[in-house]
């Protein structure tokens, strides 16, 4: 056979070209635009946290560190997990250090889905899950969540009606990036009923664990009754202390579901980096009354961008938790999230992500912009005063 040396890429990854973030992010540099697209805070993580960083690198820790990830940080993450949640896992054993909540799911879904074996997922989906089970040769089955009462949610009748003999694996990401819900107890379950009555594994991303508002909580799936032994919990520092550039995560899980992430991890990246695992550690010990302070500010962020949102004319879903809020843009009179979305650089000087990327059934999002409001009161406040110019 010739080597196709045109068109290099494998079959299974094709369609998954440049994310949507690069795409948007160099537009809003092109255009001096404000970018409340891609999600990531413009102020700093605790300072003490920053110099446990610094500390580490100038006190030698810049070797590899063990593969399972440092000892200090596994048992951060196992006393988090006890203290918060009433979940016990074995620091030894059931707790794996990885390169982000990216790689923690990445290297789950690949060492537990066969090719062939369905995924559910929740649309509209974070965007590494399409490219991670396409990865694994998996087939994703997405059920959709709609607006409903003021937030987005599914209906269980679809969410029953989507598992099938093929089915292994339901992916749940609460809080929900970029629907904005915090799943209730009712709809937990709901997802519990399924994976106990099918044997399915659920693979669970808990990035914004501490991000949620109001009297919303986030419920890890794994407390609910018969659900730890089959879960697999993820995730990571970037969100909760405000270093997204950090990549450091976590999977916790039975030790049979750990040893199998592990032989897909450490072939993958070996190890995650060794100085933030080192101020990790002591953040998710000695931080987490910073972390309390950032929830409310961003609580506060996310009236102030809902109430300028509306302000300029769009129909925002208020979200329980995260950093992002869903606009829907018919009431200005427009209908096609994308066109909008590309036209609002050089309209007005505004990055939004369509949020239709994240949907296989567009239609079933292509009213909806999504804006980030982690970010200066005073950036989202020249964004909204440029976004009123729309009206
Ligand atoms: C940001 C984000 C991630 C990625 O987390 P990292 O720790 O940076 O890999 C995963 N899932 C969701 C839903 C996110 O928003």
């Known amino acids: 056979m010739m080597v196709d040396v045109t068109e290099p890429l494998v079959p299974r990854m094709q369609g998954f070209g440049t994310t949507i973030f690069a795409e948007m992010s160099a537009l809003a540099v ?39 990830g440092l000892p200090e940080l596994r048992r951060a993450v ?16 059931e707790v794996y250090i990885t390169v982000g909540a990216t790689e923690g799911i ?39 969540l709609r607006p409903d009462g003021g937030r987005f949610t599914f209906d269980p009748d679809e969410l029953r009606a989507a598992v099938g003999p093929r089915t292994r694996m339901i992916l749940v990401n609460s809080p929900h990036n970029p629907a904005g819900t915090v799943f209730t107890r009712a709809e937990l379950e709901a997802i519990a009923d399924l994976c106990r009555e099918h044997d399915l594994i ?3 991303d808990e990035v914004y664990e501490y991000l949620t508002f109001d009297d919303a909580e986030h419920i890890p799936l794994a407390t609910l ?10 995730s990571s520092a970037g969100k909760t202390f405000s270093v997204t550039g950090w ?43 910073w972390v309390a302070r950032l929830r409310d500010s ?31 843009i018919r009431p200005l009179g427009f209908t096609d ?41 005073e950036v989202i406040d020249e964004a909204v005063e440029r976004l009123r110019r729309l009206g």
Request: net charge neutral.
């Open 78 to 93: 196992a006393e988090q997990r006890r203290a918060r949640y009433g979940l016990e896992y074995d620091p030894d054993t």
């Open 30 to 68: 092109r255009t001096g635009s404000i970018n409340l697209g891609q999600g990531f805070p413009d102020t700093d993580g605790p300072p003490g946290m920053l110099d446990a960083a610094v500390e580490a690198i100038r006190s030698g820790g810049n070797q590899y560190p063990p593969g399972p």
């Open 337 to 377: 999230g994308m066109e909008l979305a590309l036209a609002l650089p050089e309209k007005v000087g505004v990055v939004a992500i369509p949020t239709q990327v994240f949907y296989d059934d567009a239609a079933a999002g292509s009213h909806f912009v999504r804006f980030a409001f982690c970010k200066k009161d």
């Open 106 to 144: 990445a290297a789950s879904v690949l060492a537990l889905a066969n090719p062939g074996d369905e995924v559910i997922v929740f649309e509209p989906y974070y965007d590494s899950y399409a490219a991670t089970i396409a990865l694994a040769g998996a087939v994703r089955r997405p059920v959709t």
């Open 298 to 328: 961003l609580q506060a962020k996310r009236d102030r961008l809902v109430a300028g949102l509306e302000a300029a004319g769009f129909a925002a879903v208020r979200p329980q938790g995260t950093y992002f809020v869903q606009a829907d």
């Open 225 to 234: 009754d018969g659900m730890r032994e089959r879960t697999v919990a993820v």
């Open 202 to 204: 659920a693979l669970t």
């Open 247 to 289: 990549k450091t995560g976590w999977v916790t899980a039975p030790a049979p579901y750990v040893r199998a992430v592990q032989t897909v991890k450490q072939f993958m990246t070996y190890a995650a980096g060794g100085p933030w695992q080192r101020a990790v550690a002591y953040a998710l010990r000695n931080e987490l009354d």
